[in-house]
């Protein structure tokens, strides 16, 4: 027979196990309140439960405050000046051109100017008329036209006297300037008026007169009488000046 007893009560061994499913429930609680205090101070830095929440506070930064920029109580705009300096223009010296030998016809005058009295005029005038191929032998017969010289009390010639004439010729006006000196020909204070090619009669609708540097007349306005004939074609006229 076995010596094992089939009545005897079983070993108790129950109150070892309620002791350590008790520290597991234990364990299990406080793992989750920490759990829950972690997420806490986790979620809130400036919590109560959050033992070092000063030392949070000084690493946030400081919230930045708006200050509106305002103006001062009294702004005046100043005005703008603007000083305008100009300068007088320096005149440039006056030149005075060489007069040239070729005859030039300054304007062409819609009516004949009216001939002007010179009282007491420093110079008067001695008119010949004589064949132009004595002074332009080439042209024959086929030249028309006016010359001759300025001289002074003593018959010395006088250089760069302005002579104009005025008028009319063969229907045509003509109000034209030349200077003494330019046609020697006629001597070293000669000039010269071309008229035309084919010599015609005409009487008082030229005049020839002598002007001075401002153009004020030195002469009276000599009348011109032209001739078709070949010994007279030539109109020569010596101004002289009053001694």
Same mark, same amino acid.
């Given at each position: 027979?076995?010596?094992?007893?089939?009545?005897d009560?079983?070993?108790k061994?129950? #109150?070892?196990l309620? %002791?350590?499913?008790? !520290?597991?429930i234990?364990m299990?609680?406080?793992?989750?309140?920490?759990? %829950?205090?972690?997420?806490?101070?986790? %979620?809130?830095?400036?919590?109560?439960?959050n033992?070092?929440?000063?030392?949070?506070?000084l690493?946030?930064?400081? =919230?930045?405050?708006?200050?509106p920029? /305002?103006?001062?109580p =009294?702004? =005046?705009?100043?005005p703008f000046?603007?000083v305008i300096?100009?300068e007088?223009?320096?005149?440039l010296?006056?030149?005075?051109?060489e007069p040239?030998?070729? !005859?030039? @016809?300054?304007?062409?005058?819609?009516?004949?100017?009216?001939p002007?009295k010179?009282p007491?005029?420093?110079?008067?005038?001695? *008119?010949? /008329? *004589?064949? #132009?191929?004595?002074?332009h032998?080439e $042209?024959g017969?086929?030249?028309?036209? *006016?010359?001759?010289t300025?001289?002074d009390a003593? +018959?010395?010639?006088m250089?760069?006297?302005?002579?104009?004439?005025?008028g009319?010729?063969?229907?045509? $006006?003509?109000?034209e300037?030349?200077?003494?000196?330019i046609?020697?020909?006629?001597?070293?204070?000669?000039?010269?008026f071309?008229?035309g090619?084919?010599? %015609?009669?005409?009487?008082g609708?030229?005049?020839? /007169?002598? !002007?001075d540097?401002?153009g004020?007349p030195? @002469?009276?306005?000599?009348?011109?009488?032209? #001739? &078709?004939d070949?010994?007279? +074609?030539?109109?020569?006229?010596?101004? &002289? &000046?009053?001694p």
């Amino acid at each position: 027979m076995s010596k094992y007893s089939y009545d005897d009560p079983a070993p108790k061994r129950g #109150s070892k196990l309620e %002791i350590w499913d008790m !520290l597991s429930i234990l364990m299990v609680l406080l793992t989750l309140c920490m759990v %829950i205090y972690f997420a806490t101070i986790f %979620i809130s830095p400036l919590s109560a439960l959050n033992p070092f929440r000063g030392a949070v506070a000084l690493n946030n930064p400081p =919230t930045p405050t708006i200050t509106p920029i /305002q103006l001062e109580p =009294t702004w =005046t705009a100043t005005p703008f000046v603007a000083v305008i300096v100009t300068e007088t223009p320096t005149l440039l010296p006056t030149y005075t051109l060489e007069p040239s030998p070729t !005859l030039l @016809s300054l304007v062409t005058p819609s009516d004949t100017p009216t001939p002007t009295k010179t009282p007491k005029a420093p110079f008067t005038a001695t *008119i010949t /008329q *004589i064949a #132009s191929t004595i002074i332009h032998p080439e $042209s024959g017969c086929n030249w028309q036209g *006016i010359g001759g010289t300025v001289v002074d009390a003593n +018959n010395a010639d006088m250089l760069r006297i302005t002579i104009r004439l005025v008028g009319t010729y063969d229907g045509r $006006s003509k109000n034209e300037l030349t200077v003494s000196s330019i046609a020697p020909a006629y001597g070293k204070s000669g000039f010269e008026f071309f008229l035309g090619t084919t010599p %015609i009669n005409s009487k008082g609708n030229l005049t020839l /007169q002598l !002007l001075d540097q401002a153009g004020l007349p030195l @002469s009276d306005e000599i009348e011109i009488d032209l #001739s &078709k004939d070949c010994s007279e +074609n030539l109109v020569l006229v010596r101004f &002289k &000046k009053k001694p």
